[in-house]
C-alpha cells in the first residue's frame, strides 16, 4: 500500500488528518455515499486547475472529472476507458513503478512496455534513459507519469525535465 511511513516504519495520523477529521465530526451531516461522479464542485475546481478557468474544454463539456477510490481506481478507470473508447493499444509505464500498475492497464487488454527511470546507483532519475526509452514510443501511445513523489522512488523531474517531457509528448 502506498502509504507515509515514519523513520520507525510507523503510519502516524498526521496533525492534518486529525484537523480535517475533527472537522467532519463537528460539520457533517450524513454519512450517504458520494453519486458516482463524486462531488461536483470538487470536479469543477479540478478541471479549472488542470485545464484554466474558461477553458474551452470545459464550456464545450469536453473534460470530464471522475473521483475515485484511490490511485488504482483511477488506472483501472482510465485503462477500461482507453481500451474502450479510443484506439490506443499500448501504455508506458516507468521501471520501477508501483508493481500493480502493469497488471491494471494489461487486465484491460492494453499492452504494457516500460520506459526507463530510476539510476539506483546514484539513487537520482536518469533522465537520458527515460528519453532514450520514450523514443521507442509511437504516436497515439499512452505514458504514465507520476506527478509528484513517483512512486516508488520519489524522485521526480526537474521543471526543466517536465518541460522536455510535454515537448517530446506533443512530438
Avoid: M
Avoid at 35 to 58: H, M, N, V, Y
Avoid at 91 to 118: C, D, I, M, Q, T
Avoid at 149 to 171: F, K, M, R, Y
Amino acid at each position: 500500500i502506498g502509504v507515509y511511513k515514519d523513520e520507525t516504519g510507523k503510519t502516524p495520523v498526521l496533525t492534518s488528518v486529525k484537523k480535517a477529521e475533527q472537522y467532519l465530526l463537528e460539520n457533517e451531516t450524513t454519512k450517504n455515499y458520494l453519486g458516482i461522479d463524486g462531488i461536483p464542485e470538487f470536479g469543477r475546481c479540478t478541471q479549472e486547475l488542470l485545464f484554466g478557468k474558461g477553458s474551452a474544454l470545459i464550456n464545450d463539456k469536453r473534460a470530464r472529472t471522475a473521483q475515485t477510490p484511490g490511485g488504482t481506481g483511477a488506472l483501472r478507470v482510465a485503462a477500461d476507458f482507453l481500451a474502450k473508447n479510443t484506439s490506443v493499444k499500448r501504455v508506458w509505464v516507468s521501471n520501477p513503478s508501483w508493481p500493480n500498475h502493469k497488471s491494471v492497464f494489461n487486465s484491460a487488454g492494453l499492452e504494457v512496455r516500460e520506459y526507463a527511470y530510476y539510476d539506483a546507483e546514484n539513487h537520482t532519475l536518469d533522465f537520458d534513459a527515460l528519453i532514450n526509452s520514450l523514443s521507442e514510443a509511437q504516436a497515439g501511445d499512452v505514458v504514465l507519469f507520476h506527478g509528484c513523489c513517483h512512486n516508488p522512488t520519489g524522485i521526480d523531474p526537474t521543471l526543466e525535465q517536465w518541460q522536455t517531457l510535454a515537448q517530446l509528448s506533443v512530438e
